[in-house]
Antibody, heavy 119, light 111 residues
Framework: EVQLVESGGGLVKPGGSLRLSCAAS????????MSWVRQAPGKGLEWVGR??????????DYAAPVKGRFTTSRDDSKNTLYLQMNSLKTEDTAVYYC??????????WGQGTLVTVSS | QSALTQPASVSGSPGQSITISCTGT?????????VSWYQQHPGKAPKLMIY???KRPSGVSNRFSGSKSGNTASLTISGLQAEDEADYYC???????????FGGGTKLTVL
């Protein structure tokens, strides 16, 4: 069974940093393309960023609102995905979901972790 | 403003059918047969209901079906049940730099 478990969320002040983690199990993590999707309180879903598998180049892409501030990385030896978030803004407040993409579909989702950016 | 356009709300009575539309552009919905639909109950993570326009993951009821015509995709739920009451989001792959775009979500109320 595929499991994705996010952690690391919390309260941070504007301008601060936070690192989210996503522990994966039930599939070959090293072969997977992984993404982060967020959902602001009471709002819709927004794709944040994606990292390919190392065999496919390990490259990353980001949505415009987070480009240059957020970085996603992976540790295949630990089956873990990371999202480093810097220069946080109040509008980054959201539940952040870790997802596994299969053939162009965001197929599996974690339960999410809440990030609150507030002074 | 979301990249894909969905109605904010739809409603139906138990046993009825409803359809939720999702309108994109020739750069996303119109270019790829990679439209998916997610169901989200309050406080829960989204659940994949339809992928690649009209395919159902294992375990999803055959009351859920999807289709696409041009730049518009649709989700139909037949034989509405109380547990179908939830928010529904469409999503389309949009190429290697944009990756994925979502609709703003549709709140389904079962009367």
């Amino acid at each position: 069974e595929v499991q994705l478990v996010e952690s690391g969320g919390g309260l941070v002040k504007p301008g601060g940093s936070l690192r989210l983690s996503c522990a994966a199990s039930g599939f070959t993590f090293s072969n997977a393309w992984m993404s982060w999707v967020r959902q602001a309180p009471g709002k819709g879903l927004e794709w944040v960023g994606r990292i390919k598998s190392k065999t496919d180049g390990g490259t990353t892409d980001y949505a415009a609102p987070v480009k240059g501030r957020f970085t996603t990385s992976r540790d295949d030896s630990k089956n873990t995905l990371y999202l480093q978030m810097n220069s946080l803004k109040t509008e980054d407040t959201a539940v952040y979901y870790c997802t596994r993409s299969v053939g162009g579909t965001l197929e599996h989702w974690g339960q999410g972790t809440l990030v609150t950016v507030s002074s | 403003q979301s990249a894909l356009t969905q109605p904010a709300s739809v409603s139906g009575s138990p046993g009825q059918s409803i359809t939720i539309s999702c309108t994109g552009t020739s750069s996303d919905v119109g270019s790829y047969n990679l439209v998916s639909w997610y169901q989200q109950h309050p406080g829960k993570a989204p659940k994949l209901m339809i992928y690649e326009v009209n395919k159902r993951p294992s375990g999803v009821s055959n009351r859920f079906s999807g289709s696409k015509s041009g730049n518009t995709a649709s989700l139909t739920i037949s034989g509405l049940q109380a547990e179908d009451e939830a928010d529904y989001y469409c999503c389309s792959y949009a190429g290697s730099s944009t990756n994925w775009v979502f609709g703003g979500g549709t709140k389904l109320t079962v009367l």
